[in-house]
């Protein structure tokens, strides 16, 4: 299964999510592909992985196959293809190509039944390599920072997916919205979480994410947060929602 982490909000818990839902369930022996279509590339950073030969580019601008840029990780079961600052070119250089919607689909397709799962991180914005991206999936993620104006942008980014679902990829699903930086001490959080779980009702993730230092050091170390602090409450989270992630596609 392809599943894409989106949200056009920066700084919201795509990249956190992606390295570390993938790293839980890749533990609980999940085949996992980590597919980086972000030009600033944190998940590749976060796992120390970018080569400028083997990044996802060569692949959009059509010297490689996808095949040929899969790299190991440290964690046994998760594979990435990674990006680095040349991502930021194919923007608009595919801008014109009439395939450009389906140039993520058209080599991910071929690669789909090697994992279990396959998880896309994408950049903040709803421009062409998200666009691709979410033609590609079966299924969406949406992490939503639990702050002030978290749910407006939410509206729009489910225009887009409808807008999708209508034109490009009739299968597209939300497999659902995480609550990610919950601070239970800030009572903006709780109220951020009443009105997602009124609104969004069951799409909405049981397990929400702490806000917690971990997560944020873990990437300097070039490691996942479960790696590099198992026991730490933003670790567990994540193990949380691998185990929710699962039931919820059985
Ligand atoms: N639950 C969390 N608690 C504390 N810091 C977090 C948490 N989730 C993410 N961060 C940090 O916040 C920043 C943005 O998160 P990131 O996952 O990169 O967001 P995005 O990919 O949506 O831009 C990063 O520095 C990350 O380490
Ligand atoms: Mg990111």
Redesign the pocket.
């Known amino acids: 299964m392809i599943i894409t982490i989106a949200?056009q909000?920066?700084?919201?818990?795509?990249?956190?999510?992606v390295v570390n839902l993938g790293t839980a369930l890749a533990s609980i022996d999940k085949k996992i592909l980590i597919v980086d279509v972000?030009p600033q590339y944190?998940s590749s950073l976060s796992f120390n992985r970018y080569q400028h030969d083997l990044s996802i580019y060569k692949a959009l601008s059509g010297e490689k196959k996808f095949e040929e840029l899969i790299q190991d990780t440290q964690i046994p079961n998760l594979q990435i293809i990674s990006a680095c600052e040349d991502l930021a070119a194919a923007e608009y250089e595919l801008a014109n190509d009439e395939n450009r919607n389906f140039i993520i689909k058209k080599q991910l397709d071929n690669l789909k039944n090697t994992y279990d799962y396959i998880f896309i991180?994408t950049p903040?914005t709803l421009g062409l390599l998200t666009i691709s991206a979410l033609v590609a999936s079966d299924e969406v993620l949406i992490?939503v920072q639990c702050e002030f104006f978290a749910l407006e942008g939410l509206s729009k980014l489910v225009k887009t997916i409808d807008m999708i679902k209508d034109n490009l990829n009739q299968n597209l699903k939300i497999n659902g919205i995480i609550l990610?930086?919950y601070d239970k001490r800030n009572s903006l959080s709780s109220l951020i979480e009443e009105e997602a779980r009124k609104y969004f009702e069951a799409t909405v993730y049981k397990f929400n994410?702490?806000?917690?230092?971990k997560?944020?050091e873990a990437?300097s170390h070039g490691l996942p947060a479960i790696i590099y602090d198992l026991n730490c409450a933003?670790s567990q989270a994540y193990i949380g929602l691998a185990r929710e992630f699962i039931e919820r596609n059985t």
Do not use: I, Q
Not at 9 to 17: A, D, F, N, Q
């Open positions: 949200n909000k920066g700084g919201v818990g795509k990249t956190t999510t972000d944190n991180d903040p992490p990610t930086m994410v702490p806000r917690n230092v997560l944020s990437p933003g």
